[in-house]
């Protein structure tokens, strides 16, 4: 995946907002919380989402992927994916979605509405 594709893909989920910040990455979010990152690594491009618990503990040590640089050293469940082989572009939009998912969760209710997310 390219940082084109990245971005055009998190632009086509619901109630995103973008933003360059960080020495550059591509930061994508929903209701002011960060829920892709595309960047922070060197050489081929990085990409850096949130994951469930269990999610992290399967992903973590697999194959061009990490714990992902700031975030997972604070305790937060977030993966780098980083180098090959990775994940295919389809596994990766996945994540991507469910990463959209559980920040958007994280919202109050009301917060939620405004942005026309449905409230559970």
Known sequence: ?????????CAALPATTYVVQWGGAHVWKVGGKVFAIGGWADGSPAFT????KLS????????????????A??????????????LK????????TESHRLVALGLTKKKR????????
């Open 113 to 120: 509405k405004e942005l026309g997310l449905e409230v559970a």
């Open 49 to 52: 989402f949130k994951t469930s």
């Open 73 to 86: 050293s604070r305790g937060m469940s977030w993966i780098q994916n980083y180098a090959k082989p990775g």
């Open 1 to 9: 995946m390219t940082y084109d594709q990245f971005n055009a893909f």
């Open 56 to 71: 992290y503990e399967v992903l973590k040590d697999q194959p061009g992927l990490r714990p992902a640089p700031y975030l």
């Open 89 to 96: 572009d389809k596994e990766l939009k996945a994540y991507l």
